[in-house]
């Protein structure tokens, strides 16, 4: 079997997956994407959740990525260490059977560290292939758990995790917050002046609060409030990851409405940031394991 003949990959996180075919010149034909993630499919049901992407897809070999390959997952493929580069994770490919591969994630352990990612990874290995990435770079990649990732020599280095996406979701529906956050996020005056307050204060659990605080007073707007918190969640992140002691390069890796919120407040701490599109970076990824597995 010739992967680079034609495959099916699959980017299968927690709550959603997105599966693309891809032809034997390394381009995608068809895609699709659904909200069936790993924790929607039941005990022995991945067979048949596999056997649905064949049917939408066709009957190739599949490569998956993601939550797919946790404990949680399907088949579980062990962490590699970091540093790793393509050549580590097509070393700890798991899966199956040979028609259906999954790929590991990276862990950062060293030095008593504990953090890990799965699914990332790819994007970023291929972003790095595709040229999209500098080799030596500070890589942002956002979403629920947002990535900081240092980048050396084309492979990653080290990283480090902010649970900024699922922190705003949880006030959103959960807290004492949850009636001012449900209005858009906007990139504007309301977000900045959030941005700001996280990048300068160390006290993020009271700034939360003066979400409620200054509506109550009149000093900010009820429709503004989603923005200026998410404002201020991003910039307690972008400080939290500008301690990393490197000038190199800041690329942000991921859907765009995200990535331009990011950069935005990336400019505001006075650093400069490229954008890239993490769907592209994830099928250069799958492509260049594809060919390495040859």
């Known amino acids: 079997m010739r992967w680079t003949d034609g495959f099916i990959a699959v980017d299968w996180g927690t709550t ?10 390394s381009k995608c034909t068809q895609e699709f994407e659904d909200a069936k993630g790993v924790l929607s499919v039941p005990s022995g049901g991945f067979l048949a959740a596999v056997a649905e ?16 390959g946790s404990n949680r997952g399907w088949v579980e493929a062990p962490y590699v260490a970091c540093p790793a580069g393509i050549e580590e994770l097509v070393s700890g490919l798991a899966g199956p059977s040979d028609r259906e591969v999954i790929v590991p994630g990276v862990k950062d352990d060293a030095n008593g560290r504990a953090d890990v990612m799965r699914g990332e990874e790819v994007q970023l290995l ?10 030596d770079a500070l890589v942002c990649h956002p979403g629920t758990h947002n990535k900081w990732v240092v980048v ?3 492979r990653i280095e080290s990283f480090r995790t902010v649970m900024t996406g699922e922190l705003f979701s949880l006030l959103k529906a959960h807290s004492i917050l949850s009636d001012l956050l449900g209005g858009e996020v906007e990139l504007g005056d309301a977000f900045r002046e959030g941005v700001g307050v996280g990048l300068s ?6 700034e939360l609060f003066s979400v409620r605080a200054r509506v109550l007073l009149g000093k900010a707007s009820r429709e503004n409030a989603a923005s200026f918190a998410s404002g201020l969640l ?3 992140d972008v400080r939290i990851g500008l301690s990393y002691p490197t000038s190199a390069q800041i690329t942000v890796m991921g859907r765009p409405d995200l990535t331009s919120l990011y950069s935005a407040a990336i400019a505001a ?3 400069t940031a490229t954008e890239v599109d993490g769907e592209r ?14």
């Open 126 to 135: 291929g972003a790095i292939a595709s040229g999209q990435v500098d080799p």
């Open 281 to 294: 970076c994830f099928l250069a990824g799958v492509v260049k394991i594809a060919e390495a597995m040859q």
């Open 234 to 236: 991003i910039g307690t």
């Open 269 to 271: 701490a006075n650093r």
């Open 53 to 68: 992407i064949r049917e939408r897809l066709g009957d190739k070999p599949l490569l998956l990525a993601g939550m797919v």
């Open 16 to 25: 959603n997956r997105r599966a693309y075919l891809v032809d034997g010149s």
């Open 201 to 206: 204060s160390q006290d993020l659990p009271a």
């Open 152 to 154: 050396r020599n084309g």
